[in-house]
């Protein structure tokens, strides 16, 4: 058998090309590499990476599952990561992922995810209780507001965190942004170099540290469990040697669970209500839906599971805006051959993985740049491949809380449709994707609300 061969032909000198290209439209940059190339795309991103784009879905799978333990995280990521949270769980590896992953694996079994749905409600409720006919909002500052909240009561058992919320949204911003800078650039700067951008991590992580150390300091003076996340880490005990976690541990989860509880939900809600605005023959159905199903009555696990109006256009949305568009960023710990040796990505290769490549390959989805909920009708994993649809992961590292993202994505645009219909407040207004951490519209979402008579 003949192994495929890589070269890179567009990077040019030093792969500075295809730097340029990646930073300009990374979207278009990257389908282009799998138009060219096929199911593994090489490219040289700037001088010293060697990037595979993976989107055969068969060798996502073989990666994801089979040659998992061969792989590790990508150490530029890694590093950038580590600089603001050296403990979050998606930063860890082989046996200390392991440990964490099943002290936090109780924080997100079904029973205690549907006792959070009275909390989620009430936050909703809090939210579209504010508005008024007619008005305009933004809807990324709305959402992030309200998952926020939800977080916050779940993580810490604080019931008004939105009273916090654009401090930290402010210095979870410019964290994220940190870490997209100094896993991408040609050249990373040294921290204490005394640059503006620096000074403003800086402070934003302390900002973050302190608020978390104060809630975990306070919570092991009080000795008291409440029922939170924050009390199952701390009195989380490893089986087998009796181990807990430490304050930095459990803060470093702490951030990652925040960030991934209210960031990526609230990214996901305010892309489902930018497409219902676009599309109003979907919010038609969807609030007739609602309607009929839950009516004036209270959302219930029974009545979020008779949805499928709501479920297409929630899937619709992921596969069109994924939030974590970008999602796996892993380094070859040795050769790894995929295809029974068809293909050989070689040791030190890094390996990209992208759901938002995945999401938009046309031999998958027809008309890929289209919303069309449609594509989700009953029947529709029979034709779509695993690992063509992954908007949250997929082998061992599935996201840990996306029975919760899920939920807290219907109540809040079940409560929202029910109430207001949404419009698109300018058709003038310029917005665009914005690649970053995650995948955000930029610089904003002003949509225009009107109650429901």
Not at 21 to 35: H, Q, S
Not at 273 to 286: F, G, R, V
Request: aromatic share 10%; hydrophobic share 40%.
């Amino acid at each position: 058998m003949v192994t495929h061969e890589f070269k890179d032909t567009t990077g040019g000198f030093l792969g500075l090309q295809n730097f340029g290209k990646f930073r300009g439209d990374p979207f278009g940059f990257l389908l282009e590499r799998v138009e060219e190339q096929g199911d593994v795309a090489f490219f040289r991103l700037g001088p010293m990476i060697d990037m595979y784009l993976v989107s055969n879905p068969d060798y996502i799978r073989e990666l994801l599952v089979k040659h998992w333990e061969t792989t590790v995280k990508w150490s530029r990521m890694a590093n950038a990561i580590a600089s603001v949270a050296p403990y979050v769980l998606s930063n860890l590896e082989s046996n200390i992922w392991r440990k964490h992953r099943k002290l936090l694996t109780p924080a997100f079994h079904t029973q205690r995810i549907q006792a959070y749905l009275e909390l989620m409600q009430r936050h909703a409720d809090r939210m579209v209780g504010t508005w008024s006919n007619g008005q305009v909002h933004d809807m990324v500052e709305s959402m992030t507001e309200a998952t926020m909240g939800i977080i916050g009561e779940i993580l810490f058992d604080i019931p008004d965190i939105e009273q916090e919320a654009s401090e930290l949204s402010q210095a979870l911003d410019v964290l994220l942004e940190q870490i997209v800078i100094d896993s991408g650039a040609l050249f990373i700067l040294p921290k204490w170099l005394p640059t503006e951008r620096h000074k403003r991590e800086r402070e934003a992580r302390e900002h973050f540290v302190t608020y978390l150390d104060l809630l975990i300091q306070q919570r092991r003076a009080e000795g008291v469990d409440h029922g939170d996340v924050l009390s199952s880490l701390i009195d989380a005990k490893d089986a087998e040697t009796g181990e807990m976690l430490t304050d930095d541990m459990i803060r470093g989860e702490l951030y990652g669970l925040f960030l991934a509880g209210h960031e990526t939900t609230s990214i996901w809600v305010t892309w489902a209500l930018y497409a219902l605005a676009k599309y109003p023959e979907y919010q038609i159905l969807l609030h007739r839906e609602i309607v009929d199903v839950i009516g004036d009555g209270d959302i219930t696990m029974d009545t979020l599971g008779q949805l499928p109006v709501m479920n297409k256009i929630l899937n619709e949305t992921l596969r069109m805006f994924p939030p974590a568009w970008s999602l796996l960023f892993r380094e070859a710990a040795a050769d790894i051959p995929l295809g029974d040796g068809k293909v050989v990505i070689p040791k030190g290769g890094v390996i990209y993985i992208s759901p938002y490549v995945q999401h938009h390959l046309p031999q998958y989805w027809d008309d890929p740049h289209v919303f069309d909920p449609s594509r989700f009708d009953n029947g529709w994993k029979d034709r779509i491949p695993n690992y063509a649809y992954m908007p949250f992961s997929g082998g061992p590292r599935v996201c840990l809380g996306s029975h919760m993202a899920d939920m807290e994505a219907k109540v809040l645009l079940a409560t929202i449709i029910k109430d207001y219909s949404v419009e698109i407040a300018d058709p003038e207004h310029d917005f665009w994707m914005n690649a970053g951490f995650t995948l955000r519209p930029y610089p904003n979402m002003p949509l225009r609300v009107r109650r429901r008579t």
